[in-house]
Each structure stands twice: as structure tokens, then as C-alpha cells.
């Protein structure tokens, strides 16, 4: 059974920062997969925010190039998302996924202060 758990959200003005860890545990051979973070806004859907792959390539979303980074450790089963110059509209529930086997962890709340 895999377990994702996030951790490093919180309240932060707009412009600062924050680095949202998602450790995992289990049967998961964490170092062959990819791995993403997804963001729910307040009375929205889940969407996609950044993507890294086994191989360490990445995408994001178009609202957040620039301005965040996916990174992981693959010796600390840990994936990591480092949120730079945030805006109020990254307010919400962020959370880690291994998209090839629809394991999500709990989530930790980001709330950006205009």
C-alpha cells in the first residue's frame, strides 16, 4: 500500500514563499515513478500544477511558470514543490499524486494574503 503525506503549507503574503514537501512510503518503487503536485481553489476542480518525471523532466501549469519549481529526492522518497512570488490565486489545497496509480495524499492548505 502506498502513503503520500504533504507537508509546508500555511499562510503567506503575496509575494513570498513556501516549499511544500509529499513524502511517500510503502510498495511504490518511488525512484521509477513520476510524480506530480495539483492545486483546488476554493469551490473549483483539482488541476494540474507541475509534473517531474523518473528522469527529473518537468512541466507546469502555464499560471505557475516561472514562478515554482517541482523537484525530488529520490533517496528520501520525497517530492518537492518550491512556490516563489505567490499570488492569491494560488490560495488552496494542494496536493501530491502518483499519477500512473491514482495515489493522492491528504493535502495541506496554501492561503496567499493580498
Known amino acids: 500500500q502506498v502513503h503520500l503525506v504533504e507537508s509546508g503549507g500555511g499562510l503567506v503574503q503575496a509575494g513570498g514563499s513556501l516549499r511544500l514537501s509529499c513524502a511517500a512510503s510503502g510498495s511504490i518503487a518511488f525512484i521509477i515513478r513520476p510524480m506530480g503536485w495539483y492545486h483546488q481553489a476554493p469551490g473549483k476542480q483539482r488541476e494540474g500544477v507541475a509534473r517531474i518525471s523518473s528522469g527529473g523532466s518537468t512541466n507546469y501549469a502555464d499560471s505557475v511558470k516561472g514562478r515554482f519549481t517541482i523537484s525530488r529526492d529520490n533517496a528520501k522518497n520525497t517530492v518537492y514543490l518550491q512556490m516563489n512570488n505567490v499570488k492569491p490565486e494560488d490560495t488552496g489545497v494542494y496536493y501530491c499524486?502518483?499519477?500512473?496509480?491514482?495515489?493522492w495524499g491528504q493535502g495541506t492548505q496554501v492561503t496567499v494574503s493580498s
Open positions: 499524486s502518483v499519477p500512473d496509480i491514482e495515489v
